[in-house]
């Protein structure tokens, strides 16, 4: 048995952060159930990267395996009255629409809440359901610029350089997760439901609890170095370096063991807090320049050997055939009916009684409609005369 398993989950997101934390509800053991379009969600048609699948897009496909989908048209009378329906046997409700589409559309939380008092009601959205920014787009890349993370790294007067991945997408989708459970535990405890807010700018704000103390309560300011440095409060160096056929990554070293390992006999005089900090980019410079001499798996023995801290630059490539992540497990292979066989990343929390597992791949549109409302206790004729208004069992 999982952990969750006998909630039901009701998801009515779109794009990453949502869905990304309707299918950990999932991996946990939840019954998530999608709620889409009859034409699917938009981002099965848009696929990230490119990359497309045979039925389902790659982008799809990571974003909502343990799901069934139930296609339907909240836009009309019986798209509502089967939503009703649903909403009062339902445990959790996720949605991430644009401002007031909750509303018209009869799903927000005051109109749940009716139904289902005990409903943990949760609400994503950019930059909050109301304020000035409200109708915003919440897009990751915009979040991270507006979130002063970008201008913690990176060369003065550059422009700085966005994360790799979509960052607040996840860490937002990660927030919600970790809201539902909460909620779920206050209402084991009482019986309550309640309305869980979540938004992607106090979530990437949040993240950041250490960088905006030091500058809210200490007053540093955030002042980036002619030098690339990793960080504008950690000492020098820290930051990515090119080695003879790669790049390498060294966080604080101590600059004795550091000119030890670099044969630098000037590093040995300078100290660790006054030269670190006062002399970062000229402390950054040498190291730069005495790296491309070696390989980084050189580097990598000679930093181990003087107990400095060092990683390799990899790419996806170097991660997936790493032997720590094969140990670990970390990526989890199944069969999907149209897809074939699907590696993706797994489950980043283990547990030892209950662990994690995948039910089922990401669904085709409508795959488990007449499924989903006959559990809800429509009947055959119930389920043709809702006509046009919901897609019925699309199969692989």
């Known amino acids: 048995m999982t952990i969750l398993n006998g909630y039901k989950v009701l998801d009515c997101s779109i794009a990453m952060a949502g869905p990304f934390a309707a299918q950990r509800l999932g991996d946990l053991g939840a019954d998530v159930v999608k709620i889409e379009p009859v034409n699917g969600e938009w981002q099965r048609h848009m696929p990230a990267g490119g990359a497309n699948g045979n039925r389902i897009n790659v982008s799809f496909l990571s974003l909502n395996r343990n799901k069934r989908s139930l296609a339907v048209n909240l836009k009309s009378e019986p798209g509502r009255e089967i939503i ?3 909403v009062a046997e339902a445990d959790v409700f996720i949605q991430n629409y644009r401002p007031g589409v909750a509303q018209r559309l009869g799903v927000d939380y005051e109109s749940l ?15 909050g359901e109301d304020g000035p920014y409200a109708r915003r787009p919440g897009q990751d890349l915009l979040l991270q610029a507006m979130s002063g993370a970008m201008l913690s790294s990176g060369r003065e007067g550059e422009a700085p350089q966005p994360a790799g991945q979509y960052l607040v997408d996840a860490v937002t989708a990660y927030t919600a997760f970790e809201g539902v459970l909460a909620a779920l535990l206050h209402r084991e405890r009482t019986g309550e439901g309640q309305k869980v807010e979540v938004n992607m700018l106090d979530a990437i704000t949040t993240l950041q ?51 030890a390992a670099l044969e630098q ?33 050189e ?83 119930d389920i043709t005369a809702f006509g046009d208004a919901i897609l019925r069992g699309e199969r692989p």
């Open 113 to 127: 809440a009716e139904i289902n008092p005990s409903l943990i009601y949760v609400s994503m959205s950019g930059f």
């Open 84 to 86: 009703r329906r649903l």
């Open 299 to 381: 580097w990598m023995a000679r930093f181990e050997e003087h107990g400095i801290w060092a990683a390799p630059v990899y790419g996806y490539a170097d991660l997936v055939s790493d032997p720590q992540i094969a140990h670990n497990a970390t990526f989890v292979e199944y069969d999907h009916p149209t897809e074939g066989r699907v590696k993706t990343p797994g489950f980043p929390i283990r547990f030892s009684k209950t662990p994690s597992r995948i039910a089922r791949g990401a669904p085709l549109a409508g795959e488990h409609s007449e499924e989903i409302l006959r559990e809800a206790g429509f009947s055959d004729a």
């Open 209 to 259: 609890m250490q960088e905006l103390s030091v500058f809210t309560v200490a007053g540093k300011p955030q002042q980036r170095s002619a030098e690339p440095h990793g960080h504008v409060y950690i000492r020098s160096p820290y930051g990515v370096f090119a080695t003879r056929d790669g790049f390498i990554a060294l966080a604080m070293p101590d600059l004795k063991q550091l000119s």
């Open 265 to 297: 006999p000037q590093l040995a005089e300078m100290d660790d807090e006054q030269d670190g900090w006062n002399n970062r980019d000229q402390l950054f410079r040498l190291v730069r320049e005495a790296l491309p001499i070696r390989d980084t798996e």
